[in-house]
């Protein structure tokens, strides 16, 4: 039902900035939950940060402090700001809607953006 869309992935060097944006096809006030994962190779999924339709941020421990997620509901977009890049930070970032209906969960994914970080 929700069409993501990520941007903003490249090649940075450590301590540089980049600015991912997840589009949404759908109003993002009728999505419960925008997540933002990671995975880099022979590495596990990991969830980078949340951010619910109230506007409730949270981060993990490992990009707290440096990651900074906001929301442009006109636009449908999310966006996730990341300073002080590490090279432990390089992995695919992908988008992942949580949609609640009726108590049943709905899970949409991006396509995924690489983000490279260079010591």
């Known amino acids: 039902q929700v069409r993501l869309v990520e941007s903003g992935g490249g090649l940075v060097q450590a301590g540089g900035s980049l600015r991912l944006s997840c589009a949404a096809s759908?109003?993002?006030?009728?999505?419960?939950?925008m997540v933002w994962y990671r995975q880099a190779p022979g590495n596990q999924r990991e969830l980078v940060a949340v951010?619910?339709?109230?506007?409730?941020?949270n981060y993990a421990d490992s990009v707290k402090g440096r990651f900074t997620l906001s929301r442009d509901n006109a636009k449908n977009t999310v966006y996730l700001q990341m300073d002080s890049l590490k090279p432990e930070d390089t992995a695919v970032y992908y988008c992942?809607?949580?949609?609640?209906?009726?108590?049943?969960?709905?899970?949409?994914w991006g396509q995924g953006t690489q983000v490279t970080v260079s010591s």
């Open positions: 992942n809607a949580q949609v609640v209906l009726s108590m049943m969960k709905y899970n949409y």
């Open positions: 759908k109003s993002i006030s009728s999505i419960n939950a």
């Open positions: 951010i619910t339709n109230g506007g409730t941020t």
